[in-house]
């Protein structure tokens, strides 16, 4: 039997860096906080966030409003676009809402990377109640943009030559 793969996204020195990064952002986040998001696991190219349905979150049917789902999900893909501490930005995203979240049900939002070539990535979040079932699912396209979430921190190469902000050839959002 082989040894699963061991890629530079599982160093100790990269989830580390992915935890830093969640850490800052979360501090910086007045929506998540506000809303009661929680982080429960990060590492690069994954988050998995945690948000309890209170009587305040449902609409006109008695159930969570859409949009308060599809804020979670958005924002488990927030953190795991931007575990690389490289700022990174929604290009697009699309949800399907697949069964109601009711009021009191504790939710789980898992984000996984499926790709991520240049600037671009692409990732798959899907929202689940404790008992397993799947409440929605949430594919986003992410873009990297100028700069890191923590400041300072050598992950992008500031080198004139290899910096397409400095040479002033920044492409911005694709949108």
């Known amino acids: ?7 530079d996204r599982d160093t100790p020195e990269a989830i580390l860096l992915a935890e830093q990064t969640a850490e800052a952002m979360y501090r910086r986040d007045s929506a998540l906080r506000l809303i009661g998001i929680r982080i429960k696991a990060i590492r690069p190219g994954y988050s998995l966030m945690a948000m309890s349905v209170r009587p305040d979150m449902t609409n006109g049917h008695h159930i969570c409003h859409g949009g308060y789902l599809f804020t ?18 929604a290009s697009a ?4 809402f697949l069964t109601p979240a009711r009021e009191g049900e504790e939710l789980e939002a898992e ?4 790709s991520l070539s240049g600037r671009t990535g692409v990732y798959d979040t899907t929202i689940r109640n404790l008992s397993g079932q799947v409440i929605a699912l949430f594919r986003g396209k992410s873009y990297r943009i100028a700069g890191e979430v923590i400041t300072g921190l050598a992950a992008e190469d500031q080198r004139p030559e290899s910096n397409p902000v400095a040479r002033g050839k920044f492409e911005g959002n694709p949108q």
Do not use: G
């Open 72 to 89: 979670l999900a958005d924002t488990a893909f927030a953190y795991a676009c931007n575990s690389y501490n490289r700022n990174t930005v």
């Open 111 to 114: 984000c996984v990377e499926r």
């Open 93 to 96: 995203c699309h949800i399907d």
């Open 1 to 7: 039997m082989s040894k699963p793969m061991v890629t």
